[in-house]
Every structure is written in C-alpha cells, then in structure tokens.
C-alpha cells in the first residue's frame, strides 16, 4: 500500500515543538524547519564540501533525516546550529562515498592542468584577500575545514560542534587550532597577509 | 612555524570565549601582558576570523531553495528517505554490481537449464499476482496534489484502488488516465468524487463539500444527501460557505466559472467590505510574493480565485498563482495552475505566459507533444517560448 501523510501547516512556535512535531511526523513543522534553517545549512554544507554541487543532496538527506534523529535534540530554543551540524555532519560522510573517486579525478585534472590563478575580477576589485582564503579553506584536509566552518563561520561553540561531529571537544579545538595556522600560514605564504 | 611556542596558546579560545574559570581568566589577563606570542596570535586569529566574515554568500536562491523544499516535502510524505540521492551517488558501483550478478546468473542459467525454465516461469506469473512494490515511490500514484495552505489531506493506494480523502481545505487534483478496472476516488466528509482522469479542484470547510470545478475531464460528485451529479469539463459545484455572511443563497451544480461573474450593481456597504477584504488579502499575496514567500502568496492567490471566481481580479490571481508556484521551483503545480488559468481564462492577457509555464513542464517530463500543442500560437523565436520547449523544439535554429 502506498499512501501520503496529511500536509499539515505548522503554527508559528519553538523549534523544540516543531521537532518534536516532525518526529511525530508532522510535514507542516518539517516545512517549518526547512524555511527557518535550509538557508544555514545549506551554505555550512556548501562551506564544507569542496563541490558545492553536492550541497542540494546533503541538505534533502539532512531534513528527511530530521524526524529519526529528533530524539537526539537537546530542546534548547534554536535548533539553527544543531541542523548545521547534522548537514556538516552528513557532509563528511557524503565524501567518504563513491563522490570522492569523481572528486580525485577532478583534482587530478586540476593538478595537471594547473589552477586559474583566482577570479581575476575579483583580484581586479581588491578583493585577493578573500580569494585566497578561498583557495586556502578549499585546500584543508575536510576535517580541519568541518571544524573550521561550524565554529568560525557558522558560530558553533566548540562543544556544540563537538556533538555535531561527533568527536571530544578537545579535539575540536585542536583541529581548529591547526586550521586557523594552516589558513594563516596559506595567507602568509601567498603575500596576502 | 619555528621555535618553541608557548603553552598558553590553546587557552586564548577559552579566554575568548569566556570559558576560562575567573581565575584562570585574571591569570591569562596577566600573562598575555608579558607574552608577545599569544598577544600576536590573538590578533592574528582575529584578523582571520574578520577576513573570513567577507566570504562569499554560498547560499542558494529561492528558487533553489524552493524547488528542495519541495523535493524534500514529497519525499516525506512518500516515506523516501535519501535513495534517491543515494541511488545516483551510487550508480556507477551499482551498475558493476548489477553486471557481476547478471554474469552470475547467465552462468547459473547455462549450467542448470532445468531450474533456470522454473524461474523464467514464476517470473512472468508474478505481475499478475504482484501487490504494490514494498517501496512507495511518486510514480504509484495516479493522482497528483497540490493542496492550500492548511489542507488536511491525505492519499492512499492499495492494489487498484487509489483514494484522497480530504477533511478540510482546498486542494486540487490531476489524476492521471485511469487504466482498466483502476478506480480512483476523492472521500469527503460528506460524500465522494469519483474520478477517471481529469484535472479539478475541490474545497472543504467545516465538514461539508463547498466548491467542486473540473478543468478537464469528467466526475462523478455523490454527496450523501443529494443525487450523484456528473461535472464535465469548466462545469462547478459550489455551495457558498455559511460563514460569510454576504454570500448568496447555494448555486446550482454543472455552472460554468466564467458565469459566475457578477452583473454590475450598486455596491452595498456589506459588498464593499468585502472588496475591501478582497483586495487587501490581493495586495497581500502579491507582497508575499515580492518578499519571495513563494507557497504562502499562492495559496493567498488561490484563496483569491475561490472567493470571487470569475472576476478580473481572479484572473490575475490565477495566473500568479501558477508564477508563485513556479517561483517556489513547484514545476507540475505551476503547469496545472496555469493550465487552470487558461481554462478558466481563455482570453486572459497573460495567456502566453501560462502556455509557457504548462509547456515548460510537459518538456521537463518528456510530454514534448503536449509542449508544442500548449505553445502552438505562439510558435515565435522568442527565448520565453524556445527556453519553455527546450529539447522538445524541433524547429531550426
């Protein structure tokens, strides 16, 4: 038998309701969920992954996965940073799959052709600062970048992107640690800083 | 890095962050006084983390955005979870499997051909006798929904046998040609439509059926306490709701939409609130759909085209209704909006538009005939009409 759940609009309330509803199966609070957050974690995501292609697929599988986790939720009133972990979380797993042999031939081929040297208009508009922490962040091994995205750019704390990903905070921060010298030593070594 | 770095660098995250207790706080106060090493890293870590502040936006559009919410939403509904993407991520080892397993079973075949006949045998009785496959899948499904916002609905199908039943709010409904015995049937609290492929909206409120249109095709309406009514193509049931006070008495069935337009008459203060409501719930929706809230400003415009069907004000809500479902990435609820423009307005001004947005769609599914009948007045070089056809245009370039 196949058969469609009721579509179910949510009303405007916490997201520890609107868990606790898509746990229960509720699409209206998924919905919900998905127009408060899919934003966030989308550009987490899209920060983590070298391919940003794959981003649409890691935040489909990041909500559809919503209603089996929801019992892993800590209640507190934004569930923002939680999401962007899962999605980073899911991120990483994504490129441990079949993607990568796809992604080693991608690198291969930019190995042997060489890189463009940056976006020359953006070089052109002063902005070769950014564009080499670009290059920088897309050369970090992906846990140094996980660890870097969530915490510096999406504002986890180090114990909520250590529940995120799942490691000690001490790790967190180690990692972090040596993200922030790999970045700053990327930088140096370009004359950008 | 050279030298001998100082132990106190992994604290200046915690001290940033205030997780130092306030002692040890007041300690790394004092030592960051005489450390140039960890006074030069803070500054340097905050330098990146400004820097870093600038990055590009990587977040989509709305319409992206639009379209996953979508993809997500069914998939929910349908009990899918990441197959699909899972499917395409796995594609390529799969095949190899596939082929492994295929070389096996050629190989199985060749050395026992006795059990091989037995297989070949059970396999082709098994349609015949086969339920529906263990994973529900979209394409199941005869019926396609697009609901109102705040519809209680759901949809069900078992063997041959497909039903929506609908308790509260508007949703409408394409159903795909029914083949042979297939019945597919919308419940209703207070009776049933019967459907044999047809495209049509039906809307409920408190408990009682109040609207039936069919764009196309035929149903049959059985309500309990009335005769079965056959409702063919741009006919309507409506049975205003009680709870507007300035709504006529109950319409007859089998009422063309376009009928329902009002003859002119001196407006009643009572009729005149209710054009004040009408057309700021109008300018509302349209603001919903500047501001990007793509399904909530066309549920807003469907509100609309039920409360006053027929007028010009309907027209245009018709047709943005099916530009905010196509804004919201909804490819088939935007085609089956603008096809009910069309039907419901065939002279409306935005008639090219709409032939786009149903062209479009019947391109994306492969319907290539259906996208060149839809676009066939307008068969010009215009990017609107070449983008809307895409593969299926078969004229030189």
Redesign the interface.
């Known amino acids: 038998m196949t058969e469609r759940h009721p579509v179910i609009h949510a009303q405007p309330s916490g997201d520890a309701d609107l868990v606790r509803c898509v746990a229960a199966g509720d699409l209206g609070a998924l919905g919900e969920l998905y127009d408060r957050y899919a934003r966030d974690v989308w550009r987490a995501v899209s920060r983590s992954l070298p391919e940003s292609a794959d981003a649409e697929d890691v935040v489909h599988t990041t909500f559809m996965k919503l209603p089996e986790i929801a019992a892993s939720y800590d209640g507190r009133a934004s569930c923002r940073n939680w999401l962007c972990g899962i999605g980073v979380r899911l991120g990483l797993r994504h490129r441990r799959g079949a993607g990568r042999f796809r992604r080693m031939l991608d690198t291969f081929a930019h190995e042997v052709f060489g890189r463009s040297g940056g976006d020359p208009e953006r070089k052109a508009s002063g902005h070769e600062e950014l564009a080499a922490l670009e290059d920088a962040l897309e050369r970090l091994s992906e846990k140094k970048r996980a660890v870097f995205v969530l915490v510096e750019l999406e504002g986890l704390s180090a114990e909520e992107a250590a529940g995120a990903l799942q490691i000690p905070a001490a790790t967190v921060r180690t990692r972090l640690f040596a993200a922030r010298r790999a970045l700053q030593e990327a930088l140096r070594k370009g004359g950008v800083r | ?1 050279t030298g001998r770095s100082c132990d106190r ?2 604290e200046i ?1 915690l001290y940033r ?1 205030g997780q130092l207790g306030a002692k040890p706080a007041r300690s790394f106060d004092r030592h960051l006084r005489i450390c140039t090493e960890c006074r030069t890293q803070m500054d ?2 905050e ?3 400004s ?2 502040r ?7 559009g709305d319409f ?2 639009g379209r ?2 979508a ?3 069914r ?8 197959r699909a ?1 899972a499917g ?3 594609a ?2 799969l095949a190899f499997v596939a082929l492994g397993v295929s070389a096996s079973l050629v190989v199985a075949f060749l050395q026992a051909p006795r059990a091989a006949g037995v297989t070949k045998k059970a396999a082709t009785a098994a349609p015949a006798t086969s339920e ?1 496959p263990p994973g ?2 979209a394409e ?2 005869a019926g396609t ?1 697009v ?1 109102s ?10 063997a041959r046998m497909e039903r929506i039943t609908l ?1 509260d709010g508007a949703i409408r409904v394409h159903v795909r040609p029914q083949i042979g015995d297939e019945r597919f049937l919308v419940i209703l609290p207070d009776g049933e439509i019967e459907v044999r492929g047809t495209t049509f909206d039906v809307s409920v409120e408190h408990g009682a059926t109040r609207h039936v249109y069919v764009a196309e095709g035929v149903v049959d309406l059985r309500l309990h306490d009335r005769a079965t009514r056959r409702l063919s193509a741009d006919e309507a049931y409506d049975v205003d709701a009680p709870i507007r006070p300035t709504a006529p008495a109950p319409r007859e069935v089998g009422r063309p939409l376009r009928a329902a337009t009002p003859a002119p008459t001196a407006a009643t203060p009572a009729a005149v609130d209710v054009g004040d409501r009408e057309a700021t719930a109008y300018a509302a929706a349209v603001e919903m759909l500047r501001q990007g809230n793509c399904d909530q400003s066309a549920a807003a415009f469907h509100a609309i085209t039920l409360a006053e069907p027929g007028t010009p004000r309907a027209e245009d809500a018709s047709f943005l209704e099916a530009v905010a479902l196509a804004r919201a990435g909804r490819v088939d609820a935007a085609a089956l909006a603008a096809e009910h423009h069309l039907a419901s307005f065939p002279d409306s001004f935005r008639r090219k538009e709409a032939a786009i947005l149903v062209a479009r769609a019947a391109s994306q599914r492969g319907d290539c005939d259906k996208a060149r009948a839809v676009l066939a007045p307008w068969r010009d070089d215009s990017p609107g009409v070449r983008g809307a056809l895409g593969s299926c245009d078969d004229r030189p370039r």
């Not at chain 2, 600038?54 to 989509?60: A, C, F, Q, V």
């Not at chain 2, 998939?75 to 990441?82: F, H, K, R, S």
């Open positions: 890095m660098l992994w995250d962050q340097r870590d330098q990146l983390r820097l870093a600038g990055l590009s936006d990587r977040s989509p992206v955005l996953l919410r993809r997500v939403l998939d929910a509904a349908l009990g899918v979870t990441d993407a395409r991520r796995w390529l080892p529906a529900p899948k199941d499904l929904v609901a916002s705040g519809a209680r609905w759901s949809q069900a199908r078992e308790e």
